[in-house]
């Protein structure tokens, strides 16, 4: 059977179906061909890129220019999969009609299929306008990166019981306004449980346990090619970073003494049209 488009359908049939969601972020067309060829179901394009594309030291330099940039990348390679565009720092912040219009320029010049936003609470009216000017929005609640330093750095967050019960307020509030479905970040499993099962909505865990609807890993995190710090949440399926050094090494060898290109690498001029030369 041929494959087709995810939609919105698809993701709330696989939470009423007990189907688990995958969710994988890419930044770059050659990235959203793997992810795609995969069969991933979304396709997160996330402002982690600002640390692991662009080399910023947090998520909060990124922005609305770079990140419409990469998403074009992604909607070109990507044909399959669901496509989210993170909204970074100060793109919805500062006024509901900023961030609707800053939404709307993900959907119109990077052809996503929805926009995800951090917060709690205080972020569900902003949600709520931006769906009711027709764009799908995916809130994240728990660790949010962009406001690390309000959350006293990357730490665990809903430990204790009233910090647990503000995230669940906030994850009822946001699909109260709308959105249809949810990021948890580094919250306990048995809360990311418990909010799993008092929405309808789908939830997408990253260090929220193995009872969210779905999963999402950044890619160069799964594939070992951001070394700078690996969260614990992180499971690294494979190393590239040695192999693609080593690749490098022996390129920079054999250019340097010489043996490549060989013959099978050049192309061949006639004997007699060199002679004219």
């Known amino acids: ?11 709330f049939e696989k939470k009423r179906e007990g189907k688990k969601i995958t969710m994988m972020t890419a930044y770059d067309y050659p990235t959203a061909v793997l992810v795609d060829q995969a069969g991933i179901d979304t396709i997160l394009v996330g402002d982690s890129l600002a640390m692991v594309m662009l080399g910023y030291e947090s998520t909060v330099p990124v922005t609305m220019d770079e990140m419409i940039h990469h ?24 006024s509901i009609e900023k961030a609707v219009e800053n939404a709307g320029r993900f959907i119109k ?20 306008a931006i769906v009711k000017a027709g764009i799908p929005v995916c809130a994240h609640i728990g660790l949010t990166p962009q406001t690390a330093t309000m959350l006293s750095g990357f730490k665990v967050q809903g430990k204790d019981a009233e910090s647990a019960r503000e995230l669940v307020t906030a994850a009822k509030d946001f699909e109260a306004a709308g959105c249809f479905m949810i990021v948890m970040e580094c919250i306990p499993d048995l ?18 346990g193995k009872d969210c609807d779905g ?9 070992g090619l951001f070394d700078r710090f690996t969260p614990k949440f992180v499971k690294q399926y494979v190393d590239l ?17 010489g043996s490549f290109p060989g013959p099978e690498h050049s192309f061949a001029m006639k004997a007699e049209e060199a002679e004219k030369l």
């Open 1 to 11: 059977m041929d494959r087709k488009k995810v939609t919105i359908a698809d993701l």
């Open 71 to 94: 998403c074009k990348a992604v909607y070109r390679g990507a044909k399959y999969g669901f496509i989210l565009g993170d909204m970074p720092f100060m793109s919805y912040q500062v």
């Open 109 to 128: 010049e990077a052809v996503c299929d929805s926009v995800k936003l951090e917060g709690g609470s205080e972020m569900a009216p902003v949600a709520e």
């Open 191 to 208: 809360l990311a449980e418990r909010i799993t099962q008092e929405l309808t909505i789908p939830t997408i865990g990253i260090g929220a």
């Open 215 to 223: 999963q999402v890993l950044v890619y160069h995190d799964l594939v």
């Open 241 to 257: 970073s040695p192999q693609i050094v080593d690749a490098l090494v022996q390129y920079k060898k054999e250019v340097e003494e």
